[in-house]
């Protein structure tokens, strides 16, 4: 069955540092990526997703990911870090042949001024 | 273009009372999809429907939820008989085509709360 780990719950960064929000998956096949972010109170928007090609995916708002197969990870980058990036990021997971996502449990990021 | 829009925005019921919750698409979309969330916890899908079919309920508890999507109309999904543990955010998604390679656009959510 797949399933998505997001192994750190909270992470608090300072203004300007870089960030890396990590996702691991779990399917057999080449899956479909995706990280979203929620702000408080609103609904999920999505920063990019990954299906084939180049395994550097950029995104919005300055943020990019790497699909490594050979890790089964989906990893969150962004350089430099603004306090409006203050949320809960949620990477997914889908397979071909199915209209599902798989959400992990959520990484919450907190940034210091 | 609209996003997808859920109302009511905040739900309270006692326990016993039905909830109603309900999702218009985006303009084109025919495809819609819950989720709940449940406090500190990821998304979890309910279901997923197309214009008067259910095709995917995998994820919708057995007994007294419900889903529509009609010819006309939102999406609804009902609770029937609420119970403290249905508190949750009750998220909407909706697609043009139902792929998985088309994004899910999220609405701002239901957050339903049983006393």
């Known amino acids: 069955a797949q399933s998505v780990t997001q192994p750190d719950i909270h992470i608090t960064v300072s203004e300007g540092a870089s960030l890396e929000l990590r996702c691991n998956y779990s399917?057999?096949?080449?899956?479909?990526l995706f990280w979203y972010v929620q702000s408080p109170g609103q609904g999920l928007q999505l920063l990019l997703k990954y299906f084939s090609g180049d395994t550097l995916v950029q995104g919005i708002k300055g943020f990019e990911a790497e699909f490594k197969r050979s890790q089964s990870s989906f990893n969150l980058r962004k350089p430099s870090v603004h306090w409006s990036d203050a949320a809960e990021y949620f990477c997914a997971v889908g397979a071909q042949g199915t209209d599902k996502l798989i959400f992990g449990t959520g990484t919450r990021l907190q940034v210091f001024p | 273009n609209a996003g997808v829009m859920q109302n009511p925005r905040h739900l309270v019921r006692r326990r016993g009372q039905e909830a109603r919750l309900r999702c218009s698409p985006m303009?084109?979309?025919?495809?819609v999809y819950w989720y709940r969330q449940l406090p500190e916890e990821g998304l979890k899908f309910m279901v997923y429907l197309q214009k008067e079919n259910i095709i995917d309920e995998s994820g919708m508890p057995k007994e007294r939820f419900s889903a529509e999507f009609p010819k006309e109309g939102p999406s609804i999904l009902r609770i029937q008989q609420v119970v403290r543990g249905d508190s949750a955010a009750y998220f909407c998604?909706?697609?043009?085509?139902?792929?998985?390679?088309?994004?899910?656009?999220f609405g701002p959510g239901t957050r339903l709360l049983v006393l």
């Open positions: 998604a909706s697609s043009p085509t139902g792929a998985l390679q088309e994004t899910q656009y």
């Open positions: 303009k084109g979309h025919s495809h």
């Open positions: 399917y057999g096949a080449t899956p479909y």
